[in-house]
C-alpha cells in the first residue's frame, strides 16, 4: 500500500496567517484528496487534485481560501489562508491506492488550531 | 450524489459482548464500501473493505461486515468487544476509477467493563 507523509502534524497559527500543509506519497498516484474533519465531525472532502490540472473544489470550498498544488504525482499541498478559528480543524490527504490491495490510503493528518 | 448514513452516534456496550454498527448507503451501482475507526488523537486505519464477491468480508482486529444491496447496508460486527475498540467509527462509499469517498458521520463507541 501506499504510504503517505503528511506535515506538520500539528500546529498553533494566528488568525489571519496562512498554513501550507504537505503530503509526500511514495508511489506515484493520478488523485489527490483532501479532506477536513472539524471537532467532533466526521471528514468532509475538501478538493480532488489532479497532476497538471487545476483543483477540483466540493461545494462550500473556495480555491482563494484553499489554494492546492500538485506539482508531480508523488506531492500535493493544501493552504489554509486567512485563518479564523474556525478554521480550526484536522486536515487530512489521501489518496486512491490502484495497487494489489486496491482502498484509500490517508495521511496521518494535521491538526490545526488557529488563535 | 452518493450519502452514507450511520444512524447511531453513540454506542455502549459492555466489554465481551457483541457488537453491530449499522451503515446504509445511497449509490446507484455498487459502490466500494469500507470501514475505518479512528482512536482519539489518532489517523484513520482500514478495518476492512468490500468491492465484490462474498458478501460477508473480514478485517483486522476481529471485525467482520456484511454486504446487503436489498438493504443498501453495510454493516459491522464484533462477536465480542475488548475495551481497546473504544474509538470512533466511519462507514464510507466510493466508486473507485479516481473518485472520492464520502463518510457518514461515525459512530462512537463506549466499552464498558
Known amino acids: 500500500s501506499a504510504v503517505i507523509s503528511q506535515k506538520p502534524s500539528r500546529d498553533i497559527c494566528q488568525r489571519g496567517t496562512s498554513l501550507t500543509i504537505q503530503c509526500q506519497v511514495d508511489?506515484?498516484?493520478?488523485?489527490m484528496f483532501w479532506y477536513r474533519q472539524q471537532p467532533g465531525q466526521s471528514l468532509t472532502l475538501i478538493a480532488t487534485?489532479?497532476?497538471?490540472?487545476?483543483?477540483?473544489?466540493e461545494s462550500g470550498f473556495v480555491i482563494d481560501k484553499f489554494p492546492i498544488s500538485r506539482p508531480n504525482l508523488t506531492f500535493s499541498t493544501l493552504t489554509v489562508s486567512n485563518m479564523s478559528p474556525e478554521d480550526s480543524s484536522i486536515y487530512l490527504c489521501?489518496?486512491?491506492?490502484?495497487?494489489?490491495?486496491?482502498?484509500?490510503?490517508f495521511g496521518s493528518g494535521t491538526r490545526l488550531t488557529v488563535v | 450524489a452518493q450519502s452514507v448514513t450511520q444512524p447511531d452516534i453513540h454506542i455502549t456496550v459492555s466489554e465481551g459482548a457483541s457488537l453491530e454498527l449499522r451503515c446504509n448507503y445511497s449509490?446507484?451501482?455498487?459502490?466500494?464500501l469500507f470501514w475505518y475507526v479512528q482512536s482519539p488523537g489518532q489517523g484513520l486505519q482500514l478495518l476492512l473493505k468490500?468491492?465484490?464477491?462474498?458478501?460477508l468480508v473480514q478485517g483486522i482486529k476481529g471485525f467482520e461486515a456484511e454486504f446487503k444491496r436489498s438493504q443498501s447496508s453495510f454493516n459491522l460486527r464484533k462477536p465480542s468487544v475488548h475495551w481497546s475498540d473504544a474509538a470512533e467509527y466511519f462507514c464510507?462509499?466510493?466508486?473507485?476509477?479516481?473518485?472520492?469517498?464520502?463518510f457518514g458521520a461515525g459512530t462512537i463507541l463506549r466499552v464498558k467493563s
Open positions: 489521501s489518496v486512491e491506492d490502484r495497487g494489489r490491495d486496491y482502498g484509500y490510503t
Open positions: 508511489s506515484q498516484v493520478t488523485m
Open positions: 487534485a489532479n497532476q497538471g490540472s487545476e483543483a477540483t473544489y
Open positions: 449509490y446507484g451501482a455498487t459502490p466500494y
Open positions: 468490500y468491492f465484490s464477491g462474498d458478501t
Open positions: 464510507a462509499v466510493g466508486e473507485g476509477n479516481g473518485n472520492k469517498l464520502v
